[in-house]
């Protein structure tokens, strides 16, 4: 069965050390999302894609990247991780602009000590 | 702007009890889609509806039923006989055509608490 799948699930790092958080689903979803989730603010967008070699920012991007080389993939780096950024991070996808049901991974909580 | 507002921030209920959960939004979009997410205690998010702003048809399924009123921008969720496996976190999310089609903006969920 076609699947969206995160890893690692949970992340305990260092402030100051770069983290690489993997996403990948096997629907052939052209769009993919990550979003973070934290109490009291629901989930925001922190980065998407339309497609391959599309990134796109999102409501709460600063201190985030993302990369698009294949359909499959979209991996979240923290480049310099900072303790606000402790939150569980969510990736989503869904089949492309005329189909808006985004399907969503278990989540990957991080916490930055 | 577009914004989806969730009031009820906590509901407590006892099994078998209705319940339902309110979700107004703002866009200036003449197209948009309207979703209800389900967040149980595991943590996944799941789909559970989408509905499209020309289409103001009603819609249930089993227990569960979805009021979408253009005028109010409302877009209400009622559970019927409610269920203890019906805890969980619910929301509201909202999608406009355009430059950022697909792109979702939540509520802040309305967490439900059925107890037996």
């Known amino acids: 069965d076609a699947e969206i799948t995160q890893s690692p699930r949970h992340k305990i790092t260092e402030t100051g050390r770069q983290v690489t958080l993997a996403c990948h689903q096997t629907?052939?979803?052209?769009?993919m999302f990550w979003y973070r989730q934290d109490l009291g603010h629901g989930l925001r967008l922190i980065h998407y894609?339309?497609?391959?070699?599309?990134?796109n920012k999102g409501e709460v991007s600063d201190g985030y990247s993302v990369s698009r080389s294949n359909t499959e993939d979209l991996p979240l780096t923290l480049e310099s991780a900072a303790s606000s950024q402790t939150s569980v991070y969510f990736c989503?996808?869904?089949?492309?602009?005329?189909?808006?049901?985004?399907?969503f991974g278990p989540g990957t909580r991080l916490t930055v000590t | 702007a577009q914004k989806v507002t969730q009031a009820q921030t906590e509901i407590s209920v006892v099994e078998k009890e209705d319940v339902t959960l309110d979700c107004v939004y703002e866009?200036?979009?003449?197209?948009?889609?309207l979703f209800w997410y389900k967040q149980p205690p595991s943590g996944e998010l799941v789909f559970l509806i989408r509905r499209n702003s020309f289409d103001e048809q009603n819609e249930i399924s089993g227990r569960y039923s979805w009021n979408f009123q253009k005028s109010t921008s409302s877009f209400n969720f009622t559970i019927t006989a409610s269920q203890v496996v019906d805890s969980a976190v619910y929301f509201c999310a909202l999608s406009e055509a355009g430059r950022s089609q697909g792109n979702l903006i939540f509520g802040k969920g309305t967490k439900l608490s059925v107890k037996p």
């Open positions: 866009t200036r979009d003449t197209t948009y889609y």
């Open positions: 989503a996808s869904s089949r492309d602009s005329s189909s808006y049901e985004q399907y």
């Open positions: 629907w052939n979803h052209n769009n």
């Open positions: 894609s339309y497609g391959v070699q599309d990134t």
